[in-house]
């Protein structure tokens, strides 16, 4: 089996310098559309085309409510005038729930943080996302972040998928069982509003509704440096994005 | 035998002369038209004589009750469109799931979401919607229930218990999931032993059951293509391929040469990806590292070169109706075929190291096979089916977007164990390499998309072989576009069907690299 010990040593280092240093890889993130300055026609068409309302015209022209993108692209491809997408991946925020002003926010976990990965209803992208934390390019151990399989053991809890009613109970049993101090990180529009699936019949209108949100990732998926960028604010390592879009 | 579809309508004429209608509906399709007391006969007739598969079952409700029995068989063969109506207030008909065992999941869901009851079916109730949760006799598929406001739901009873099967003296049932592992979709198995060996794996699905079917209904097919890209995330542009191709059926539009070459060289990025996903959830089951994180930086390059090549890690937002949403840049193709062929020396390498690492093949070797009649008789799909012997793939027994002129092979494998299948998740990556090689090197120029027309008011059905397997999409059109009926059928609902047959008679330990060698989706058989 020697083979693979020469193997792995021979691939090197693949791990990206984020959160030391920023990193600009092609591919990383699909970004997001930011407020751009426009307006009269070509603005109110750019507003009609998005499915989700997450542009409307404002003061400063087309303003974007990020949390409601879902990376249809339908503000890129097929029209006049595009609106500007921003291709950084730092999007995370804190809610209104969580005390901002606190300053011991997440200071418990600045070490360590063992996180329980609950899919409560999403397409899987955001999941597989999730699941590219522990390649070696993310490789999230290096930060003290874990998964682990058990509520009992988790500190974060992050969600994805916007609850369906089968999810819902033990999404709730699963927050109930972790150990406080704990922080919920929900990821991807579906946790954060539903995103093209809720609310109806069998799905709700994001994570919130059924446990509190802490940090809020938007993305459909969110790339991975995001949903880490989401983890970092939980524990505390790092700013959250301003709230402007 | 061996018919082609104006035959095979004949055929059925003669057979079961006055009872049955059949026509032959266009050059690829046949249709047959009986009253419900035949359909297990007819049925059966062309499942076990005629050899097709069985593709699934489609009910609409408009007045009457329409059952579609999709069959599907080699090229010559084509479609066949079994069609079986009952009056509205009749809710009963015959079960087929005892002759074809493929029918069996299509029955219980048509049954737990449209209130039709199949005689003769041996276990209907608690399957897509979940007794614990949802109020008896929902229905919500039917026209009259409305999808878009949420319902009443039951308390949740902490004295539910799952169905027991085995009743041994010591036996037990152990209960795993929904919420498991590190990063998995929710599925709660319930593995029921007498001690080492897991005796019944029955999984209890659909916790992921975002109702995609019903909330369709009623939205423009714009709407519904970001529906049917949120399928399963990470088979996005196969499904969104298959949804366009149905609707492109009814408006009569054939997408530009360059449309079709495009959505080839992306499908096969797509699959390449998806089977480099599955060797690393094999690696990673059998616990080894180095293998797997081989695998996971490939598939994390292949994100990343998508992201660059489409502008989406997952091809979102990429497919239109008529060809694609935007076009891509020859130079960035042709940057993107370099690096896929790169990769592929690569894949070949941890292929060989894999194949003579002994202490991992013990543990996938003669370890959840599945024989082929098995396979064929619970209609297993993709690569998992190929793995067993089964070889039928859509692209070239139906081929779709000038598949037919392309060169390449469909492999199959006849042990139909773990091992079988990894050999195949490598054999197939290899092949789409090959075709993204032929065609990101002979890409024709012109237009991306066809001029845009109004769908007219229709019904069609679109299918790829999506990286899991057969995906079928069946789409009813009304007046102005609005989608009243789309119906998906997809690998992954076959192949959960089948999981079973590998997993039981094995032991415990061997449970997650047999669940990772079916390289299953939960989101995707959910919907």
């Not at chain 1, 603005?43 to 409307?56: I, N």
């Not at chain 2, 049917?228 to 995330?233: D, K, L, Q």
Request: with cysteine; glycine share 8%; net charge negative.
């Amino acid at each position: 089996m020697s083979q693979w010990v020469v193997k792995g040593l021979r691939t090197g280092v693949k791990t990206t310098n984020y959160p030391r240093l920023p990193d600009t890889a092609p591919g990383l993130s699909c970004g997001l559309p930011a407020t751009t300055d426009l307006r009269g026609e070509h603005a109110q068409a750019l507003v009609a085309r998005c499915p989700t309302g997450a542009l409307s015209v404002g003061r400063r022209g087309i303003e974007v409510d990020q949390r409601r993108c879902i990376h249809c692209l339908r503000c890129r491809r097929g029209v006049n005038q595009q609106l500007a997408w921003e291709a950084r991946y730092e999007w995370a925020r804190v809610t209104d729930k969580s005390n901002r002003h606190d300053n011991r926010f997440g200071a418990a976990f600045r070490r360590s943080a063992h996180i329980l990965v609950v899919d409560a209803g999403d397409c899987g992208a955001c999941l597989n996302e999730v699941k590219q934390l522990n390649n070696p390019y993310y490789n999230m151990h290096r930060l003290g972040f874990f998964l682990t399989p058990t509520p009992r053991h988790a500190d974060v809890m992050l969600v994805v998928g916007a609850v369906t009613e089968h999810m819902r109970l033990a999404l709730r049993k699963a927050y109930d069982a972790m150990p406080t101090p704990k922080r919920v990180v929900a990821a991807g529009a579906c946790a954060l509003f539903g995103g093209v699936f809720g609310p109806s019949f069998t799905c709700g209108g994001g994570v919130a509704q059924a446990v509190p949100v802490d940090v809020e990732v938007p993305g459909n998926p969110p790339p991975p440096l995001a949903i880490l960028h989401g983890l970092l604010v939980a524990a505390g390592q790092r700013q959250p994005a301003s709230s402007c879009g | 035998m061996f018919f082609e579809p104006g035959q095979m309508a004949t055929q059925a004429r003669t057979r079961w002369h006055g009872q049955v209608h059949a026509e032959r509906h266009d050059d690829r399709t046949s249709r047959i038209e009986c009253p419900p007391h035949v359909v297990p006969e007819v049925c059966s007739w062309l499942f076990y004589e005629l050899g097709l598969s069985f593709g699934g079952l489609i009910v609409e409700q408009a007045g009457q009750w329409t059952l579609r029995y999709l069959f599907y068989g080699e090229r010559e063969q084509g479609w066949v469109h079994m069609i079986a109506r009952l009056p509205a207030e009749q809710t009963k008909l015959p079960s087929i799931s005892a002759l074809i065992h493929a029918a069996d999941w299509h029955e219980r869901e048509a049954e737990d979401l449209f209130g039709l009851v199949f005689e003769g079916h041996p276990r209907l109730g608690d399957f897509v919607l979940h007794n614990d949760v949802w109020q008896e006799n929902l229905n919500p598929m039917r026209r009259a229930f409305d999808g878009r406001k949420p319902v009443a739901h039951r308390e949740p009873d902490a004295n539910w218990r799952p169905r027991q099967i085995v009743h041994e003296e010591g036996s037990f049932v152990m209960p795993i999931g929904p919420i498991y592992s590190s990063a998995t979709g929710p599925v709660h198995f319930l593995l029921e032993t007498v001690g080492e060996d897991v005796i019944r794996a029955q999984p209890r699905l659909f916790y992921t059951y975002r109702g995609l079917e019903k909330i369709a209904e009623g939205r423009s097919v714009e709407d519904v293509l970001l529906i049917a890209e949120r399928i399963s995330g990470t088979s996005a542009f196969a499904h969104s391929f298959a949804f366009c191709q149905a609707v492109e059926r009814i408006a009569g539009i054939e997408p530009p040469p360059r449309a079709l070459a495009l959505r080839v060289f992306i499908a096969e990025l797509e699959r390449l990806r998806h089977h480099v996903a599955a060797i690393e959830g094999i690696c990673e089951s059998t616990g080894l590292a180095v293998a797997a994180a081989q695998a996971a930086i490939m598939e994390e390059e292949l994100l990343r070169i998508s992201a660059v090549l489409t502008g989406h890690r997952y091809f979102f937002g990429l497919n239109a109706v008529g060809g694609l949403a935007a076009d891509l840049d020859d130079s960035a193709v042709r940057r993107a075929t370099e690096q896929v062929s790169e990769l592929g020396a690569r894949l070949s390498e941890l292929e060989e190291m894999l194949s003579i690492s002994s202490s991992f093949l013990d543990r996938l070797e003669e370890v959840g096979d599945v024989s082929a009649t098995d396979a064929l008789e619970f209609g297993l799909v993709g690569p998992v089916a190929r793995a067993s012997g089964v070889a039928r793939d859509l692209r070239t027994a139906q081929p779709y977007s000038g598949y037919d002129r392309l060169t390449f092979e469909v492999p199959r494998e006849s042990e139909g164990d773990g091992y079988a299948r990894l050999r195949l998740f490598f054999r197939e990556a290899a092949q789409s390499i090959r075709i993204i090689e032929a065609t990101g090197a002979a890409l024709p120029s012109g237009p991306f998309r066809a001029p845009a027309a109004a769908a007219p008011s229709g019904a069609a059905l679109g299918w790829v072989e999506a990286p899991r397997g057969a995906a079928l999409h069946w789409i009813s059109l009304g007046d102005n576009n609005v989608v009243e009926r789309y119906r998906i059928v997809t690998p992954s609902f076959a192949n959960w069907h089948g999981f079973r047959l590998a997993a039981e008679r094995f032991a415990f330990q061997d449970f997650p690299i047999i669940l990772a060698t079916f390289a299953l989706s939960v989101h995707e058989n959910d919907r």
